[in-house]
C-alpha cells in the first residue's frame, strides 16, 4: 500500500532544499578537509614517533623528470602537443647539463627522454656535416646519434673520437655510462691528414671488431680484441691478440714492445724488450733487454728526471756480453762490453750563483768494437781515440770577488788504453782588480791605474794508468796530488801617443806529496822511476814587457777603375821575455843520474807531477809578431753602394824571436799563419808554415843534422786548409720564378708540395748542400823528405722529392789512396712513416742499418720494423 504526500507539501520540500544546497556544501568541504586533516596528522604522528618533529613536517613533492632545464635553439622548430615530441631544423642544438649537441635535425620526445640527432644530408643522402656532440669540454662526431638523457645512455652511428696524437672511427658506438663506451668494427689511426680531415681516407689504421673506451679522471685506455693493421686499405698479416692503448696527459707503466729478426753473426734476436715505468711527477724509468740466440745479451736501463726551470738529465747504464763465431774454432769470439753514463744540466734561471753539470760516458776499451749496436758504427762513434767525463760544480757570490769550481774528470785512450784521472780538483779564482783604480771613478790613465792582479788558488789529484788497474790499489799508490797558487801582474799605458805598452809579471807556487827518484838499473839494463812521498816545492817566475802600434796604409786607383783602393793596417809588436834557468843546481829542482854507458844526464824531481815540473834554460828571449789585414774595394753593379769591400787576407801574421841566453840557436823558429776567403766568404783557407832560419845537412841515409848556419831558412812545415759549403740557394738565380709561380696546378691531398704543368709532370724544388773539406799537410822532422797528410772530406744532403731524402759522407786519402769512412743515408717521408736506411759500404766496419716505423710516440715503439746487417769483413755489404 502506498502512501502519497501532497503535490505542495512536496514543492516546499524541494524548495527548502534548494535553499539548503551552500550549507550541504560547505559542511561536505568541511568533512572532507577534517579526513585530509585527520590523515596528515595520523602520518605525521607516525614521523614524530620515528625521528622527524611535528614542526618541521613538510610535504614531498613528486620527482620531476629532468634534472636541469633542456634549452634548444634551431632556424626552425615544432612541437607536437599529443604525442609530447619536439622537433629542431637547420642548425639545432640542444644543451642538457654537460652535454651539447649540435645537428642539422633534432628530435626530442620527452615521454622516453630519447633525443634523436641527424648530421646534414646531400641530395643523395649522404652526411656531409656530422653531428657534434660535446661532453665535459670533448668533442665527438657523429652521422647519427641517439641520447637517452634518462638512462644518460647513447647510440651513436660512425662516431670520430680525437684521443692524444690519433682519432678512433667506429661504425656504431654505445655509450654504456659517462666513462665506458663500446664500438664495433672501430679503427685507429694517427694520420694527421685524416685527423684535420684534409683526406677521408687514412694511409693507415688499426682495425679491431670490438673496442672498449674507458675514461677516467686522469687517463684513458682503449682495449681492444683482435686487431689488424691496414696499410691503403689494404689488409696486412701484422695481427695482433688484443691491444690496449692508454691515452693520458700523464705518462703510464707499460710494457715495450721488442722487434725481432735474424743476424748470421749472432743468431736470432729480440731487440728491445722492456719496460717503463714512470716514478712520481719528476722521473721515468726504463730497461731494455736484448737477446741473441748464439750466446750474445745486451741490458740497457736508462732513468731519466726533469724539474722545470731547476734541472733535468738522465743515468744510463749498458753492459752485455758479445759471443761471434762458433765455439772451437778460429773464429770465435766473446767480450764483455760496459757503459756507463749520466747527463745533468742546470738550468741558468735555477740560481745564478750555484751551478752543477755533469758529462759522463765511461765505456770498456772495446766497447764500439764489440757492441752489437750498428747505430755506434752509423753515427762514427767507432772512429773515437779518446773519450772524457767531466762533473762540476761552481759556486759565485753575490758581494765576493771570488768563483770557486770544483770538478772531477776522467779521460780515456782508446789507443794505449791509458786512462788519466782528476778527483777532485779544486780552483778557487778571484776576479781581476785594479789595485790602484782611482777613488773617484774616473778613467784610468798611466802605469800605476791600470795595474791589474789576476790570482787564484788550484788543488788536484791526478793519475795516469792503464785501464786495467782503475780504482784499483796500484792506482791509489800513484796518485799525485798538488796544491798551485799563480798571481799575474799586468799593466799598460799610452807613450807617444801612438804607442801602447804593456808590463806584465807572473809568479807561479807549486806544492806536491810526491818527488821521483831515477837510476840505472844495469841488471834488467833500464831505468828505474820511483815516487817517494815527500811534501816539496817549487815557484817560478817571468816578466816580459813588450810594445804594440797600429799603422794603416791606402792605396786609390784610377776613378772608374775596377779597383778603387786596397786597404792594408799593420799591427807590429816587439816584446823581450825573461825567465832564470830553474834547471840550475842553486835552485835544487834537478838531480842527476849515471846512464847505461856512465853518462850523467840530469832530470827534475817534480817530472810527472800534477802540475807539471820547472822549465830549464835561462830564458832573456826578444819576439816580434807582425799582424796584417788587407782589404780592397771593387766596383759592384749588385751593391746599393756601388762598391763592394774584397778580403784579401783576413789575418797574415808573422812571428819569431831571438834568445841572448841561448848558448847555440838562439834564432827560434819562423811561424806564418795566414787566413783569408774567397767567392763572397764562401770558400774559407786557413794556412800555417814554419821556416827554420838555421842549415840542416843530411847525409846519405837521409838523415838531418841541425847546424849554426844561419839565413840557410828551410820549411819545416806547412799546413794548409780549405771549407767550402756550398748549397742550392747560392746557385739560385734571383730572377727564377719558384714553381708554384710558374704552374698554377696544384697536387691534390697529399701533394701539396707538387705543381704540375700542362703535360701532366711534376715539378718541385730541390734543395741540396755540399761540404767540401780539404787538408794538405807537410811535416819535416830529422830526415830529407818527411811526411805529408792530403785529404779530401765530403759531406751533404739533396732532397730528390718533397719527401724523399739523401745524405752523405766520405773522405779520400791521396797518400794512401784510400776510400776512409763512408756513409751513405736515405730517408723517405710516407706522412705517418719513417723509412731509413743507413749504409757503410768501405772500410773496416762495412754494416747497413733500415728502420720503417710510425712517428706518433704512442705508437713509434710498437709498430717498426728494423733490420741490420753485421760487421763481417767478407759481408757483401
Do not use: C
Amino acid at each position: 500500500m502506498f502512501n502519497f504526500e501532497p503535490y505542495n507539501f512536496k514543492v516546499n520540500r524541494i524548495k527548502i532544499g534548494i535553499k539548503n544546497i551552500p550549507l550541504f556544501l560547505i559542511i561536505l568541504i568541511f568533512n572532507s578537509f577534517l579526513a585530509n586533516l585527520n590523515a596528515q596528522i595520523s602520518v605525521k604522528n607516525e614521523i614524530v614517533n620515528d625521528t622527524v618533529p611535528k614542526t618541521d613536517t613538510l610535504k614531498i613533492p613528486a620527482k620531476e623528470q629532468l634534472d636541469d632545464v633542456v634549452r634548444t635553439k634551431a632556424e626552425y622548430n615544432r612541437n607536437d602537443v599529443n604525442k609530447k615530441m619536439s622537433f629542431f631544423n637547420e642548425k639545432a642544438q640542444m644543451i642538457y647539463q654537460d652535454i651539447q649537441i649540435d645537428a642539422d635535425y633534432i628530435s626530442i620526445d620527452w615521454n622516453t627522454g630519447i633525443v634523436f640527432a641527424r648530421g646534414k644530408l646531400d641530395k643523395n643522402g649522404r652526411v656531409i656535416e656530422p653531428v657534434i656532440t660535446t661532453q665535459a669540454g670533448k668533442k665527438y662526431e657523429t652521422d647519427q646519434f641517439t641520447f637517452n638523457y634518462k638512462t644518460r645512455q647513447a647510440i651513436a652511428y660512425n662516431a670520430r673520437t680525437e684521443e692524444s696524437e690519433g682519432v678512433i672511427v667506429a661504425e656504431k658506438t654505445k655509450k654504456v655510462s659517462d666513462s665506458v663506451f663500446t664500438m664495433r668494427r672501430g679503427m685507429y689511426t694517427t694520420d694527421d691528414y685524416f685527423i684535420k680531415k684534409k683526406d677521408t681516407t687514412a694511409d693507415y689504421y688499426l682495425l679491431a671488431k670490438d673496442i672498449k673506451l674507458v675514461k677516467g679522471k686522469t687517463k684513458t685506455q682503449v682495449i681492444t680484441g683482435p686487431v689488424q693493421m691496414y696499410i691503403e686499405q689494404v689488409p696486412t698479416p701484422l695481427i695482433l691478440p688484443f691491444a690496449i692503448l692508454p691515452f693520458s696527459e700523464k705518462r703510464s707503466a707499460g710494457i715495450l714492445i721488442p722487434s725481432f729478426g735474424e743476424r748470421e753473426d749472432v743468431g736470432f734476436f729480440l731487440n728491445g724488450l722492456g719496460y717503463y715505468q714512470p716514478i712520481g711527477e719528476h722521473f721515468d724509468f726504463k730497461t731494455l733487454i736484448d737477446f741473441y740466440t748464439k750466446g750474445s745479451w745486451n741490458i740497457r736501463p736508462e732513468l731519466n728526471y726533469k724539474k722545470n726551470y731547476r734541472y733535468s738529465g738522465n743515468f744510463m747504464a749498458e753492459m752485455g756480453t758479445t759471443v761471434r763465431g762458433i765455439k772451437g774454432l778460429s773464429d770465435y769470439s766473446k767480450a764483455a762490453t760496459y757503459r756507463i753514463g749520466w747527463r745533468h744540466q742546470q738550468d741558468s734561471k735555477a740560481n745564478p750563483y750555484l751551478n752543477f753539470s755533469a758529462s759522463v760516458d765511461i765505456v770498456s776499451n772495446k766497447f764500439y768494437n764489440n757492441t752489437v749496436n750498428n747505430n755506434y758504427f752509423i753515427n762514427q762513434n767507432v772512429l773515437n781515440t779518446q773519450q772524457n767525463s767531466t762533473l762540476s760544480l761552481t759556486k759565485r757570490f753575490l758581494t765576493l770577488p771570488i768563483t770557486i769550481t770544483g770538478t772531477a774528470s776522467y779521460s780515456q785512450n782508446f789507443t794505449d788504453n791509458t786512462v788519466n784521472l782528476r778527483l777532485p780538483q779544486l780552483n778557487v779564482a778571484i776576479n781581476q782588480f785594479y789595485l790602484f783604480k782611482p777613488k773617484d771613478g774616473g778613467p784610468r790613465q798611466g802605469l800605476l791605474e791600470n795595474l791589474t792582479i789576476n790570482t787564484g788558488l788550484n788543488f788536484s789529484n791526478y793519475v795516469t794508468a792503464q785501464g786495467a788497474i782503475m780504482f784499483k790499489k796500484e792506482m791509489w799508490d800513484r796518485m799525485q796530488t798538488g796544491l798551485q797558487n799563480n798571481i799575474a801582474l799586468g799593466t799598460n799605458t799610452t807613450v807617444a801617443k801612438y804607442f801602447t805598452l804593456s808590463l806584465s809579471a807572473n809568479a807561479n807556487n807549486v806544492l806536491t806529496t810526491k818527488i821521483l827518484s831515477r837510476s840505472y838499473n844495469p841488471v834488467t839494463n833500464t831505468i828505474e822511476d820511483t815516487y817517494n812521498k815527500k811534501i816539496s816545492g817549487f815557484s817560478t817566475f817571468s816578466t816580459s814587457a813588450s810594445m804594440q802600434t797600429t799603422l794603416y796604409g791606402m792605396l786609390n786607383f784610377k776613378k772608374g777603375s775596377a779597383i778603387q783602393a786596397i786597404r792594408h793596417m799593420m799591427t807590429p809588436s816587439i816584446g823581450f821575455t825573461y825567465s832564470p834557468d830553474f834547471g840550475a843546481p842553486g835552485w835544487g829542482y834537478f838531480r842527476n843520474y849515471y846512464g847505461m854507458h856512465g853518462a850523467m844526464s840530469a832530470y827534475s824531481i817534480f817530472e810527472g807531477s800534477v802540475f807539471g815540473s820547472p822549465s830549464v834554460g835561462l830564458i832573456q828571449s826578444l819576439g816580434f809578431n807582425i799582424g796584417n789585414n788587407i782589404e780592397m774595394k771593387v766596383r759592384s753593379k749588385k751593391d746599393s753602394t756601388g762598391v763592394k769591400k774584397v778580403k784579401i787576407f783576413e789575418s797574415l801574421n808573422l812571428s819569431g824571436g831571438y834568445n841572448f841566453a841561448a848558448p847555440n840557436f838562439k834564432w827560434s823558429m819562423i811561424n806564418v799563419n795566414a787566413q783569408t776567403s774567397f767567392f763572397n766568404n764562401k770558400l774559407s783557407v786557413n794556412s800555417s808554415l814554419v821556416i827554420d832560419p838555421y842549415e840542416t845537412i843530411y847525409n846519405d841515409l837521409g838523415v838531418g843534422t841541425r847546424t849554426e848556419n844561419f839565413g840557410r831558412f828551410s820549411l819545416q812545415g806547412f799546413n794548409v786548409q780549405a771549407a767550402f759549403p756550398l748549397n742550392s740557394e747560392l746557385f739560385k738565380n734571383e730572377k727564377e720564378a719558384k714553381p708554384e709561380e710558374i704552374y698554377k696546378t696544384k697536387g691534390e691531398i697529399r701533394n701539396e708540395n707538387y705543381f704540375f704543368d700542362d703535360h701532366n709532370y711534376a715539378h718541385f724544388t730541390q734543395p741540396w748542400t755540399l761540404n767540401l773539406n780539404a787538408n794538405y799537410a807537410y811535416y819535416k822532422t830529422a830526415t830529407r823528405f818527411g811526411n805529408r797528410v792530403a785529404a779530401l772530406g765530403l759531406d751533404g744532403t739533396v732532397k730528390l722529392t718533397p719527401f724523399w731524402n739523401i745524405n752523405w759522407s766520405s773522405n779520400y786519402d791521396f797518400i794512401t789512396k784510400k776510400i776512409g769512412y763512408t756513409r751513405l743515408g736515405f730517408n723517405r717521408d710516407q706522412r705517418s712513416f719513417i723509412i731509413s736506411f743507413n749504409w757503410i759500404p768501405f772500410g773496416q766496419y762495412k754494416v747497413y742499418d733500415f728502420f720503417i716505423g710510425i712517428k706518433a710516440n704512442i705508437l713509434k715503439d710498437a709498430l717498426k720494423y728494423k733490420a741490420r746487417s753485421f760487421t763481417e769483413p767478407n759481408s757483401p755489404f
